[in-house]
């Protein structure tokens, strides 16, 4: 079903269907643009489309499967301390097709954990643990929300494309 059109006949169905239809909003900004462009500052902001897809993806993967469901990853926030900033810095491996890809990969599992869990499961990193699963959803609706209207700005910038 597309994200336009998702239900609302509960509040699992109406969380999801928001945040989906925000990642779909993003990733679609970063559809067409050549490598040179999606790795453009095409503002006077530092950001460009393929540093706010990475960033959106780690901190996808560290919402939901980290702070969330409490799972580790090594070599890997919270455990390797990293500078600030530096999801959204891109390394020379870093691509459109494998930032989407790993995007995707992230989305896959915070949509299984949402789907698994209770709405009301409290957060298993103990400093959020007086936040839940709802929060969580809540939170990823606002900041891929805020980083789709980032990548909009950018994409208008590169080539007159509007709307998310």
Same mark, same amino acid.
């Given at each position: ?29 970063? &559809?067409?643009?050549? #490598?040179?462009? $999606? ?6 902001? %530092? !950001?460009? @489309?393929? /540093? ?48 989407? &890809?790993?995007?995707? #990969?992230?989305? $896959? ?6 789907? %698994? !869990?209770? @709405?009301? /499961? ?43």
């Amino acid at each position: 079903m597309p994200a336009a059109e998702f239900s609302t006949d509960s509040e699992r169905d109406a969380l999801c269907g928001f945040l989906d239809k925000q990642r779909d909003a993003l990733i679609r900004k970063v &559809a067409g643009v050549s #490598e040179d462009d $999606a790795r453009r500052a095409a503002t006077v902001s %530092s !950001l460009s @489309l393929l /540093s706010l897809l990475k960033h959106s993806a780690v901190w996808e993967r560290r919402w939901f499967q980290i702070i969330f469901a409490g799972r580790n990853f090594p070599d890997e926030w919270p455990v390797a301390e990293e500078d600030k900033g530096a999801e959204f810095r891109l390394t020379g491996e870093d691509t459109v097709e494998s930032v989407l &890809a790993f995007y995707r #990969e992230q989305i $896959a599992a915070s949509r299984e954990i949402t789907a %698994s !869990l209770d @709405l009301g /499961s409290p957060c298993s990193w103990p400093t959020m643990a007086h936040r839940n699963l709802r929060w969580v959803a809540l939170h990823m609706i606002e900041e891929t929300a805020r980083h789709a209207g980032h990548a909009d700005i950018i994409r208008e910038s590169l080539d007159g494309s509007r709307g998310l």
